[in-house]
């Protein structure tokens, strides 16, 4: 199956600097790659998401970068405010006898303001 | 929210007692998932299905299984809880042709 490592576990950062957070998956078959903010005591929420076939999407201040070569993806806040503090996650879609989504463990992300 | 649901939202339970945690959807989603999530686990993958009557066994799907009897409902059951079970499951819907998953609100089940 897929291995997805997600890092950092934990960031923190200054209102209005820019957040990366970055993962890596193991299998190449892998061809779509979403991004999700979960708040504290809340469900995960889609907030960007890559194909395969691209190599960066953006929608306002936040980015996702893919390197298919290298397997790995990164997600990109800029202008950071406090209402980002969040814990984030990065998938693979792996197809087995379906589609087969595997999560990285997570960044907790703080704005300080 | 997607019109997915999940009941009940919070129960607690003895070890050894079966659990059946329910997911509904009203979107029309081909596939359904049900997720468990722990600290520093992030969302590891139980079960999933395909389509009606159609699951398959995800990474961590010892000690749980699963039913799809109607499109919009998925149903999540321990056989014989143990306190290793006490978690955070969500449940995930998908398929609109996109590839975008959308969760329900999430049950948290204590087994004491």
């Known amino acids: 199956g897929e291995n997805v490592e997600q890092h950092p576990s934990t960031l923190s950062v200054q209102e209005g600097d820019s957040a990366v957070i970055k993962c890596t998956y193991s299998?190449?078959?892998?061809?779509?790659f979403p991004w999700y903010k979960q708040e504290l005591g809340k469900r995960p929420q889609l907030i960007i998401d890559i194909r395969s076939n691209v190599g960066e999407k953006k929608d306002q201040r936040i980015a996702v970068t893919l390197n298919k070569t290298a397997k790995h993806f990164s997600l990109h806040i800029t202008e950071t405010q406090p209402e980002d503090s969040a814990v984030y996650f990065c998938a693979a879609l792996y197809y087995v006898t379906g589609n087969q989504f595997y999560f990285g463990t997570g960044t907790s992300l703080t704005v300080i303001p | 929210d997607a019109g997915i649901t999940q009941s009940p939202r919070h129960k607690v339970t003895e070890t050894g007692t079966p659990v059946t945690l329910r997911c509904h959807q009203t979107e029309n989603h081909r596939y359904m998932y049900w997720y468990r999530q722990d600290p520093g686990h992030g969302l590891r993958l139980i079960h999933y299905s395909y389509g009606v009557k159609d699951t398959d066994k995800g990474e961590v799907s010892d000690g749980y299984s699963v039913s799809r009897s109607k499109t919009e409902d998925f149903l999540l059951t321990l056989e014989s809880a143990t306190s290793s079970q006490t978690s955070v499951y969500f449940c995930?819907?998908?398929?609109?042709?996109?590839?975008?998953?959308?969760f329900g609100p999430g049950t948290r089940l204590t087994v004491l």
């Open positions: 995930a819907i998908s398929g609109r042709g996109n590839n975008e998953q959308f």
């Open positions: 299998d190449s078959a892998s061809n779509y």
